[in-house]
């Protein structure tokens, strides 16, 4: 009989997906227990993502589940998310790095190192392995004198290395569509996520905290939502239409409602988002999507002054990021950008970051070893407490911070980075619209590009893992899909198994 039961159980064939659900399941069983609002939450998500995979009818890689599992909450609960860790005593490790690291392991395992090799020898990728290499050096110094903290604080330069998974994800076409499915239900969450803005106080008071080195409600962060809410605009009016049957007055209406809770999220980057979108479309000619995306502007006015005229009719108040949501603010806000608004807002928005520069500044000149190759990670660079109480140790802009960390010779890397992808994605760009015409998926990723510097800009967004890893695989998609038609990268090197096409 035990015989007969083991044969049996050699001869079938575990479900990997079977695996999947049941270590989903157990997780999810055990949220319940230790904190019933993570549950409670996590059984939507779940289900959202099950339906994912069911709308998608094709079977990933593991590779990719653990990215887009990564990447997920990473885009929607983005703070909150980058302090979900495990580990035991002193040493935690996010969450969302682990996946990505796993994933960089098993495609590592799975096209060999030739794929890998040739990758980082690509000019913009090996700029990032300098910083890279940069930053190791530093830290063979830091981490006997800072700990832990000199690791966090270069985890923007090491986390360059998910640009891998990104061109590695572009080399089949089916992976693609599979991304844009997966794009469109991340925007939908996103969108409903940024209209409980009002509410965000009470939704971190009832959320369990998280952090590798202070406690962070898991629920309850906005940081990204403002820019995911501008990309999903565009991506609903040029892309969605592809992904899905509804009717183009839905996916307008929708993309309007992203619009509206810009209103809300209130971040000036975004109101100068807007504009950089219609001067790129100036640029490429590409008249029928600026008309479409002005429409889409003018009727994202009328749904926020339909908001405005229901919460009002209730006697509801609705409170945004810096200020109350009413047409009058976000004029009066939206001029600060042009310096010819209210001089008070502009006073208390920007002195904050005046004297942050102004502090990064004077310690990069401290030294001539400081100017030239920085004084490395580790150290607070600047004085100043969050609302929270919690140190700010970066200045409010991301290429400062390059210069502060590595010096000139790192921002000269960083700074060189920007140019040769910028420069590939107008050249792309041209070329596809003079011989293919579509040229929405590369048109939206080279805005995801601009809008990600634009904001990082004003924002510390890549010294945080919530904007970091969808950056840096978002240029490597870009770059695996103009690799394709300019290098003309040899199949062997870097196909991708096709999917495998699942009953339904």
Known sequence: MSTFIFT????????????????????LGTLLAAYPLVGLAAVPVCLALYWFFRWCRLQMEWWQMLVLLALTPAVILNYGFDNFAVGAGRFNFPVGDLLMFLALILVAWRFGQSAIKRILLDPPVACLMALLLMSFCHLLIDIPRYGFYAV?????????????????WAQNPLNLQLLKRWLFYVVLINLVYSYTFNWGEKIQ????????????????????????????VIYLLWIAPSIVRWPGWILMLLAAAQLGGLAIVQSRSTYVGIAVVLLVLVYFRENKK???????????FGVLLALLLVVSALGIKLQGRVGPVTLSFIEEQAKTVLAVGNPNMRMAQDVDRADMYGEAWDRLRSSPTNMMVGEGFGQVLVNLLSEEGIPVREPHNSSLSVLARLGLVGLSFWLLFIVLVLVRYVRALRMRSASEGDTATLLWLFLCFLLYLLTASVQPTFEFSHGSMPFYFLVGLGIGIMGQREYSFEPESFRVRAPRTVSA
């Open 205 to 232: 008071a009832m959320s369990p905290n998280v952090g590798v080195f202070h406690p962070v409600p898991l629920f309850g962060n906005y940081q990204q939502t403002g820019l995911w809410l501008l990309l999903g």
């Open 290 to 300: 600026l008309i479409g995306f002005s429409s889409t502007i003018a009727c994202g």
């Open 8 to 27: 049996k159980l050699h001869d079938s064939r575990i479900n990997a997906k079977t695996v999947f659900g049941f270590a989903v399941a157990t997780g």
């Open 152 to 168: 966090r604080d270069s985890s923007k330069f090491f986390e360059a290395v998910i640009l891998i998974l990104g061109v590695m």
